[in-house]
Nanobody
Framework: QVQLVESGGGLVQAGGSLRLSCAAS????????MGWFRQAPGKEREFVAQ????????IVADSVKGRFTISRDNAKNTVYLQMNSLKPEDTAVYYC??????????????????WGQGTQVTVSS
């Protein structure tokens, strides 16, 4: 089992920045690709970004490309999502997720094995 705990969400004005963190425990962190997803009220959970085990390869959704950056620190068992130039449409609950390195990269929620409880991000206009 892998336990994931997100933090760093909050209320921010449009154009502002937030950095989300996701702390992992339970198994070797570097054995997992890590992803960020988000879910707005009444909408399906959508892919935001994914990073491979050593942080070299990332995939970022077009909707946040150029504004959001995913990174990880394997020594701290933590994955980050730096969010800049936030927009009201970025308002959602943000979740981190883990996927075994033995599987190829995935951008759908069903491809991930473990999930955190989520952290709320609210962007005011």
């Amino acid at each position: 089992q892998v336990q994931l705990v997100e933090s760093g969400g909050g209320l921010v004005q449009a154009g502002g920045s937030l950095r989300l963190s996701c702390a992992a425990s339970g198994r070797t962190f570097s054995n997992y690709r890590m992803g960020w997803f988000r879910q707005a009220p009444g909408k399906e959970r959508e892919f935001v970004a994914q990073i491979n085990w050593n942080g070299i390869t990332t995939i970022v959704a077009d909707s946040v490309k150029g504004r959001f950056t995913i990174s990880r620190d394997n020594a701290k068992n933590t994955v980050y999502l730096q969010m800049n130039s936030l927009k009201p449409e970025d308002t959602a609950v943000y979740y981190c997720a883990a996927r075994s390195n033995s599987k190829v990269a995935a951008t759908t929620p069903g491809g991930y094995d473990y999930w955190g409880q989520g952290t709320q991000v609210t962007v005011s206009s």
